[in-house]
């Protein structure tokens, strides 16, 4: 590839000589280089685990961007809100010829010129800062609780996207054994030990699952699409095929340790709303602080022809005349305040009851999967292959067979079903917890 490169650019080496052979070389060595920046990265298709769809979210969900856009904002207002004001500059010409008025220089005699700086006092300056530092944090906490929840509507769609693919795969495996024991039936009916109804009913049950799998399918397709749009991605984008079982492990041991971090206001959506209270907290008191004067100083100087011929300093106090507005602005942040509390306390009420609602659906589907797991399906495991065999040797009809697979694929599907279960179930607890690993 690097000869290549050089023919196109119609370089010429000579071979001759050390200057040729180092050139050579150079190129040799930093054309890959070259070759693999022209080739941008592209992020890998998600899909093939929950960590996948994770990243995907944090990088690629517009919602979150645009949230921590809004978050960096509120964070680059904290240092300006402590500023002071930006000073004021004046000229003043005096004695300027009333026959011929201008600003022309030397058309006057005297020239006086003013700095003026603000001084707020009291600490106006830092609760100022405390206010938007709590407002900055707020909306970070905020951000976090959304993509909470985002992250819960992903990792629900991913679950339903594996568990079609796995439902798939079970009955495409009853598809097959049904293939093979209506063989069976056909080389009995060939032999004059059954009647040719038996093959007739295996195709009829082969022909239930083949549409079973193209609703399946479609259901799939559904999930597909419903993942892609929470992702950012195009409803019909690609995903990776599941290679194991979604992950979602639930950190807490019990609903009573959940409940009480819940109590704590571990949970973002709290957070946020108690910082939103803190920080309508702060600026009542900024708004009580209001009501001291603040100091202005002026700074001047005075010219006369091209002489500097005095100086003048000047102190200056607001005069806080509006004290009924003062009191309506700090009745404004207290209301504030006590709204932020409120939300603070209904947010942690509501999630209490969806956290008892979560926890209850996820056990229950996870002791149905242990029961089906442990029990349920051995038994109908066992009773499928004792049917199997008593067919085989004319002790059992084709309906007990075709019952007895039809009730061992149905116990699979069965904890399929209560595994998809389960792991929506954790899905939701996740979410309310603050499990985002």
Same mark, same amino acid.
């Given at each position: 590839?690097?000869?290549?490169?050089?023919?196109?650019?119609?370089?010429?080496?000579?071979?001759?000589?050390?200057?040729?052979?180092?050139?050579? #070389?150079? #190129?040799?060595?930093?054309?890959?280089?070259?070759?693999?920046?022209? @080739?941008?990265?592209?992020?890998?298709? /998600?899909?093939?685990?929950?960590?996948?769809?994770?990243?995907?979210?944090?990088?690629?969900? /517009?919602?979150?961007?645009?949230?921590?856009?809004?978050?960096?904002?509120?964070?680059?207002?904290?240092?300006?809100?402590?500023?002071?004001?930006? /000073?004021?500059?004046?000229?003043?010409?005096?004695?300027?010829?009333?026959?011929?008025?201008?600003?022309?220089?030397?058309?006057?005699?005297?020239?006086?010129?003013?700095v003026r700086q603000g001084f707020p006092l009291?600490?106006?300056?830092?609760?100022?800062?405390?206010?938007?530092?709590?407002?900055?944090?707020?909306?970070?906490?905020?951000?976090?609780?959304?993509?909470?929840?985002?992250?819960?509507?992903?990792?629900?769609?991913?679950?339903?996207?594996?568990?079609?693919?796995?439902?798939?795969?079970?009955?495409? *495996?009853?598809?097959?054994?049904?293939?093979?024991?209506?063989?069976?039936?056909?080389?009995?009916?060939?032999?004059?030990?059954?009647?040719?109804?038996?093959?007739?009913?295996?195709?009829?049950?082969?022909?239930?699952?083949?549409?079973?799998?193209?609703?399946?399918?479609?259901?799939?397709?559904?999930?597909?699409?419903?993942?892609?749009?929470?992702?950012?991605? *195009?409803?019909?984008?690609?995903?990776?095929?599941? #290679?194991?079982?979604?992950?979602?492990?639930?950190?807490?041991?019990?609903?009573?340790?959940?409940?009480?971090?819940?109590?704590?206001?571990?949970?973002?959506?709290?957070?946020?709303?108690?910082?939103?209270?803190?920080?309508?907290?702060?600026?009542?008191e900024l708004v009580k602080r209001n009501r001291?004067?603040?100091?202005?100083? @002026?700074?001047?100087?005075?010219?006369?022809?091209?002489?500097?011929?005095?100086?003048?300093?000047?102190?200056?106090?607001?005069?806080?005349?509006?004290?009924?507005?003062?009191?309506?602005?700090?009745?404004?942040?207290?209301?504030?305040?006590?709204?932020?509390?409120?939300?603070?306390?209904?947010?942690?009420?509501?999630?209490?009851?969806?956290?008892?609602?979560?926890?209850?659906?996820?056990?229950?589907?996870?002791?149905?999967?242990?029961?089906?797991?442990?029990?349920? !399906?051995?038994?109908?495991?066992?009773?499928?292959?004792?049917?199997?065999?008593?067919?085989?040797?004319?002790?059992?009809?084709?309906?007990?067979?075709?019952?007895?697979? @039809?009730?061992?694929?149905?116990?699979? !599907?069965?904890? #399929?079903?209560?595994?998809?279960?389960?792991?929506?179930?954790?899905?939701?607890? *996740?979410?309310?917890?603050?499990?985002?690993?």
């Open positions: 590839m690097a000869f290549t490169f050089l023919q196109l650019l119609g370089i010429k080496l000579r071979l001759n000589n050390h200057f040729s052979y180092l050139l050579l #070389i150079s #190129i040799l060595l930093i054309w890959p280089l070259f070759a693999s920046s022209a @080739t941008p990265l592209e992020d890998p298709i /998600p899909g093939a685990n929950v960590a996948s769809i994770r990243t995907w979210l944090y990088q690629h969900n /517009p919602q979150l961007r645009a949230l921590q856009a809004e978050t960096e904002a509120a964070e680059a207002r904290v240092q300006p809100a402590g500023a002071l004001p930006n /000073p004021m500059f004046s000229v003043e010409f005096l004695g300027i010829n009333a026959s011929q008025p201008s600003m022309a220089p030397g058309n006057d005699d005297t020239s006086i010129y003013r009291w600490g106006k300056r830092e609760l100022s800062r405390d206010v938007e530092r709590n407002k900055a944090k707020a909306y970070g906490l905020d951000r976090d609780a959304v993509a909470l929840d985002l992250l819960a509507r992903a990792e629900d769609s991913y679950v339903r996207y594996w568990y079609i693919g796995e439902a798939e795969a079970i009955i495409n *495996r009853q598809i097959s054994l049904i293939e093979q024991i209506q063989e069976i039936a056909s080389t009995r009916y060939a032999l004059g030990l059954a009647v040719q109804q038996d093959s007739i009913r295996a195709q009829v049950e082969r022909t239930a699952m083949q549409r079973e799998l193209i609703e399946r399918r479609t259901v799939r397709r559904e999930a597909v699409a419903e993942l892609n749009s929470v992702l950012g991605r *195009r409803v019909d984008a690609s995903l990776a095929t599941p #290679i194991s079982q979604p992950d979602l492990a639930v950190s807490s041991n019990n609903l009573a340790t959940s409940l009480e971090s819940l109590e704590h206001g571990v949970h973002p959506g709290i957070q946020a709303s108690l910082t939103m209270a803190t920080a309508a907290s702060r600026n009542v001291y004067p603040d100091v202005y100083l @002026t700074v001047g100087a005075m010219q006369q022809n091209t002489n500097i011929e005095s100086y003048e300093v000047m102190l200056e106090v607001e005069i806080p005349f509006q004290q009924r507005a003062l009191r309506e602005r700090e009745r404004e942040s207290r209301l504030l305040e006590e709204s932020a509390l409120a939300r603070a306390s209904q947010e942690q009420l509501d999630l209490q009851g969806r956290l008892g609602m979560a926890w209850s659906r996820w056990n229950g589907a996870k002791e149905q999967r242990e029961l089906i797991e442990n029990t349920l !399906l051995p038994q109908a495991d066992a009773n499928y292959k004792s049917a199997l065999a008593s067919y085989q040797v004319s002790k059992v009809d084709f309906g007990t067979l075709l019952a007895a697979l @039809t009730e061992w694929q149905g116990a699979d !599907l069965a904890r #399929i079903d209560a595994t998809r279960d389960e792991l929506l179930g954790a899905v939701a607890v *996740r979410a309310i917890i603050g499990d985002s690993k």
